[in-house]
């Protein structure tokens, strides 16, 4: 199971149980969550891949501006009516090396030389999203494992009042309608219950799918909320993400390719010269037998004075793509203002939030408090019990909601702003294995269910025994 093994690896987590009779659940904070999803996240495996893909068009961009070797070889044979047959063969071996290009083989070298740096930027970026990805998938199942608790609060609660208006009723103190109605709203609290549970399974269900463990693993979410104030202002915010967003550093890098290749394209109004050295050697063996050696050096100067506008169209396309490239550049930093203005106010919402709901939960819970207990002296209505325990239930959703709220949004504040990953962080990610071979004769999750659950028993094992060595 790839949890047992990332915690060998030097996880911090302190138990693990996998999914078996009387199983436990696997303990998994939010940082050990990010970790993991910054080693062995698949997206992130094909994201990385585009680095080799840059390393090897550089290495390619490098080669056609260097020396070059040519072996040829060929066999003829020719007769006329004249002349008797005569076969013979060429062996030839030249070397070529480009003097000057006009400029292109250096532009596209440094092209090349951007698009590693922006191959790389965007790995970055890929590492800066993803952790996004699972805080909000934490906290989400945070959340929807508190609201599970509330739901279930409210069914036993209306559980408790219709068995206890039965019991009424059954006395003759209450009327038939009461116990109608109360097992109505018991219903619907029971419906809004199983809602809430699917919804934490769904989010576990997505939590396992970024940090990429066994999809029916059971997990114990330990890192809760805690408040952590957010003391940088906006204009700061904007300034340190038009500096720091590697994306926007990618539209640089992108722009100062596209220079790369209007001068390349302007490469094609000036000559090109080369110098060229070959040997060869013929052998003639029908009708007689004879041999020829030579050698030759040559510099070559080529230039193309008319190619009727295809290198002035080339330099007009290649000129529209800067442009572009300039464009793409101003629309991205406009992007990253809205987005970061957008999660920035979201965040400082729900902040407010936080109080305003703490207050209201109190209130609820001493006014459900207050129905109750009227009901039950008989001095109160059926339809006081059901608007306290709504009002309770909705104070608690609301400040539940703006808790996690303001974690993502705080999180959303932080990767809008192109905050780099941690020490801890970047070594998590440096142990992304992308070996293609490797990675596919890992045996897929959920598929060895035997054999993941030995590992995980002999790490519980290995765990036991360092506690009681201790």
């Known amino acids: 199971m790839k949890l047992a093994r990332w915690i060998k690896a030097g996880g911090t987590f302190t138990a693990l149980l996998l999914t078996m009779p009387g199983a436990q659940a696997a303990d998994l904070s939010l940082q050990d969550a990010i970790n993991m999803a910054l080693s062995q996240n698949t997206s992130l495996k094909i994201t990385q891949k585009g680095e080799d893909t840059a390393k090897y068009a550089l290495d390619e961009a490098k080669g056609n501006n260097g020396f070059s070797v040519t072996a040829t070889d060929s066999l003829s044979t020719s007769k006329s009516k004249d002349t008797q047959r005569r076969d013979s063969n060429s062996i030839g071996v030249t070397g070529k090396l480009p003097l000057y290009s006009g400029g292109r083989n250096q532009a596209n070298i440094k092209k090349a030389e951007l698009g590693m740096e922006a191959a790389d930027l965007t790995t970055q970026r890929a590492q800066e999203n993803l952790k996004l990805s699972v805080i909000e998938a934490y906290y989400d199942a945070l959340e929807a494992r508190k609201t599970v608790a509330v739901?279930?609060?409210?069914?036993?609660?209306?559980?408790?009042?219709?068995?206890?208006?039965?019991?009424?009723y059954a006395a003759g103190s209450k009327a038939r309608i009461d116990v109608i109605r109360s097992q109505v709203e018991l219903s619907d609290a029971r419906q809004n219950l199983i809602k809430?549970?699917?919804s934490y399974e769904v989010s576990l269900a997505s939590l396992r799918n970024y940090i990429n463990i066994n999809r029916s693993e059971p997990l114990n979410l330990t890192t809760d909320f805690s408040y952590v104030?957010?003391?940088?202002?906006?204009?700061?915010?904007?300034?340190y993400a038009y500096n720091n967003r590697k994306d926007l550093l990618i539209d640089k890098n992108k722009l100062a390719q596209q220079e790369q290749t209007v001068k390349a394209a302007k490469a094609g109004y000036l000559p090109s010269l080369n110098l060229s050295l070959g040997v060869n050697q013929s052998n003639q063996f029908n009708p007689s037998s004879t041999n020829d050696y030579g050698a030759s050096a040559t510099v070559g100067l080529s230039w193309n004075i008319f190619d009727s506008g295809v290198t002035s169209a080339q330099v007009k396309a290649a000129q529209t793509a800067l442009d572009v490239a300039k464009l793409t550049l101003l629309k991205d930093q406009e992007t990253v203002d809205y987005n970061l203005r957008q999660a920035y106010y979201n965040m400082r919402e729900a902040e407010k939030r936080l109080n305003s709901t703490q207050d209201a939960v109190h209130q609820a819970e001493e006014d459900a408090f207050i129905a109750r207990e009227k009901y039950r002296a008989g001095e109160g209505l059926m339809l006081d019990i059901i608007d306290a325990q709504e009002a309770l239930s909705k104070a608690r959703l609301n400040y539940i909601s703006a808790q996690y709220d303001y974690a993502r949004y705080k999180a959303a504040v932080e990767n809008a702003m192109g905050m780099e990953l941690t020490a801890e962080e970047k070594a998590a990610a440096a142990q992304l294995e992308t070996n293609v071979d490797k990675v596919m004769?890992?045996?897929?999750?959920?598929?060895?269910?035997?054999?993941?659950?030995?590992?995980?028993?002999k790490v519980a094992e290995e765990l036991a025994g360092n506690e009681v060595a201790k």
């Open 196 to 198: 809430a549970e699917n």
């Open 151 to 168: 739901r279930q609060e409210t069914v036993d609660k209306y559980q408790e009042h219709f068995t206890n208006v039965s019991q009424l």
């Open 229 to 239: 104030g957010f003391d940088k202002e906006l204009g700061g915010c904007i300034d």
């Open 441 to 457: 004769a890992v045996p897929q999750t959920g598929t060895a269910p035997e054999a993941s659950a030995a590992s995980t028993r």
